[in-house]
């Protein structure tokens, strides 16, 4: 039971245009947010993140939409250079109360390629 | 530098043999995790610990052990339970506060022969 889906595999996108990654969720237990960014051979990087109770996050060039009623979350990234090529991983948890213990749901990825 | 290393790199298992997959972390960090990532898969949680000496099952740990003795160290055993156990694995940490915002290493490619 796959609770949160990226349905795009991949992407590729012009340098200076903008990326838009998306993400789909089942459980509605889920309140919190996160987009992971990751390289070959490396691990996982934190990029941002969104709580339930915003709708929009925004930080530098990275902005992340959330869509409760739909159980969707995007990622935007305006403009897109060359070194943003990655995989990009949305997770959710369910943090009501602080105790989420830190157990991340994933999706399977989108492999962002941005070309100069 | 603080962060989290994970040794060996690359591991190779034999049919019927347990490894043991290293993770250090000099973030002082109090919750640890390990993770498995599958071709066009997302990660998967293993195991995690909130605590030294305390541990919890995730959605992945059958064929798995794990142990916390110290606030730095996670290692993670694959046994000969595990019955497809080629896979890159990765560990992670994070503080307690922000658990959500976990802190990965660098990863362990386990292949069989």
């Known amino acids: 039971d796959q609770q949160v889906k990226q349905n795009s595999p991949s992407l590729s996108v012009q340098e200076g245009r903008i990326s838009i990654l998306n993400c789909d969720y089942t459980?509605?237990?889920?309140?919190?947010f996160l987009w992971y960014k990751k390289y070959p051979a490396e691990g996982p990087t934190f990029l941002i993140s969104?709580?339930?109770?915003?709708d929009k996050n925004e930080d530098g060039r990275f902005t992340v939409f959330l869509n409760k009623s739909a159980k969707h979350l995007s990622l935007h990234i305006v403009p897109s250079q060359p070194g943003d090529s990655a995989v990009y991983f949305c997770?959710?948890?369910?943090?009501?109360?602080?105790?989420?213990?830190?157990?991340?749901?994933f999706g399977q990825g989108t492999i962002l390629t941005v070309h100069p | 530098d603080g962060g989290i290393t994970q040794s060996p790199k690359y591991l190779f298992r034999k049919e019927g043999q347990n490894v043991t997959l290293s993770c250090e972390q000099n973030?002082?960090?109090?919750?640890m995790y390990w993770y498995r990532q599958d071709p066009g898969q997302g990660l998967r949680l293993i195991y995690y610990?909130?605590?030294?000496?305390?541990?919890q099952k995730g959605d992945i740990a059958e064929g798995y052990s794990v142990s916390r003795e110290k606030k730095e160290s996670f290692p993670l055993t694959v046994t000969s339970a595990q019955k497809n156990p080629t896979a890159f694995y990765l560990c992670?940490?994070?503080?307690?506060?922000?658990?959500?915002?976990?802190?990965f290493g660098p990863g362990t490619r386990l292949l069989v022969l």
């Open positions: 992670a940490s994070s503080m307690g506060r922000d658990q959500e915002t976990q802190y």
């Open positions: 459980n509605s237990m889920f309140d919190y």
């Open positions: 969104i709580s339930s109770i915003k």
């Open positions: 997770a959710a948890s369910r943090n009501a109360g602080g105790t989420s213990y830190g157990k991340l749901t």
């Open positions: 973030l002082n960090h109090d919750a």
């Open positions: 610990s909130q605590i030294v000496n305390d541990f």
